[in-house]
């Protein structure tokens, strides 16, 4: 196994819920001047879904109902209008961001308390991504891991974990809703192995399914379980949430897998997520493990060594339990990172 430096870990962003659209510029100006991402909230379900990792919540009286904590800052355009306690704009912006200074170095660690969300994204098809998010939530059950399957057309994680008989909701048969969803009411619905992975993936049919994994439904429920213990998110780069601490990109060492792991790269820095590298050991490879950095424009994790058997032995009963050693190697890494990602 080979470990290598951590990358840049993500801050907790600064949310804003501004309807107003002359108070909306003045509230984004002071979220950025906050040196912080910044989400723009467009809806009270988003708002809804963001909130818990927020550092803070810059709102107007429209979204203030909807989002009281001791972060949240309501913000008004005139004081004729203004409630106490709300700071109107742009006369108090210095006053606001002083308040924002104040809980500025304790944001990270109250969301470092929330739990933990890493997505599997393999660069190609092959590479085994689903079964190296199974062996990571098998890694992390003690932890309360929940699988998420974020592929609309997906064989099923259930198979993979040899749970296809198992009673519990799968995709379509989750009430989402337009509120805030509690963790163990998703997770009680659902599937889950005797060491307690909750598993949310699709059903198996013939006919065209319109219950598949959206993106909407995807980000809504990794929201929800994410507040606590180990989220593991099997998904294409479009399904992946930004309610996500690191982001894996499985790779081969190989010149065309390395060109797609840059673009999946690419579009995880621009959303500000952590990424790495896991490189799986292939008969050939044509790129040394700082030629894929330097192509990939990330950096190695750990290598995923090659296991012997393991395709036939997922196939007639799953994945065991027991993980073979270079698969729990692999996943190990993978947790200590997102736990020093989340910080």
């Known amino acids: ?3 290598v430096k951590h990358p840049q870990r993500r801050l907790a962003p600064i949310v804003v ?3 107003d659209p002359l108070l909306l510029p003045e509230a984004l100006h002071i979220a950025a001047a906050c040196g912080r991402p910044v989400i723009e909230a467009a809806d009270p379900p988003q708002l809804a879904r ?4 927020a550092c803070a919540v810059l709102a107007d009286a429209s979204f203030a109902p909807l989002s009281p904590s001791p972060t949240t800052f309501v913000v008004a355009a005139s004081a004729e209008t203004a409630r106490p306690g709300e700071y109107v704009l742009p006369a108090q912006a210095a006053d606001l961001l002083r308040a924002l200074g104040a809980i500025n170095s304790r944001g990270d660690a109250a969301v470092a308390d929330n739990g933990r969300v890493v997505a ?5 098809g092959g590479l085994g991504a689903s079964t190296f998010a199974a062996s990571i939530s098998r890694r992390a059950a003690a932890r309360g891991a929940t699988l998420v399957d974020g592929h609309r057309r997906s064989g099923g994680l259930d198979l993979l974990l040899g749970i296809e008989d198992v009673p519990g909701a799968r995709w379509g048969e989750v009430e989402l809703g337009d509120g805030v969803i509690a963790r163990e009411d998703i997770r009680r619905a659902l599937p889950a192995t005797r060491d307690d992975i909750a598993v949310l993936t699709c059903g198996r049919s013939a006919i065209p399914d319109p219950h598949a994994a959206r993106t909407d439904d995807v980000d809504a429920v990794v929201s929800a379980v994410a507040t606590a213990g180990v989220t593991v998110l099997d998904a294409p780069l479009e399904a992946v949430p930004a309610r996500c601490d690191l982001a894996v990109v499985l790779v081969a060492a190989r010149l065309r897998v390395a060109a797609a792991a840059a673009r999946v790269v690419a579009e995880c820095a621009a959303a500000g997520i952590p990424h790495a590298l896991v490189v799986r050991d292939d008969a050939w490879a044509s790129l ?5 950095e ?3 424009g990330s950096q190695v994790l750990t290598r995923l060594r090659q296991v012997r058997g393991l395709t036939s032995q997922v196939e007639r009963s799953g994945l065991p339990e027991r993980l073979p050693r270079p698969l729990a190697q692999a996943a190990d890494a993978v947790l200590a990172e997102l736990t020093g990602a989340a910080r």
């Open 294 to 296: 330097a192509v990939a």
């Open 288 to 292: 040394s493990p700082a030629e894929l």
């Open 17 to 19: 819920a501004v309807e």
């Open 50 to 53: 963001v909130c818990a990792r």
């Open 120 to 124: 599997v994204v393999g660069a190609a």
């Open 1 to 3: 196994m080979e470990h």
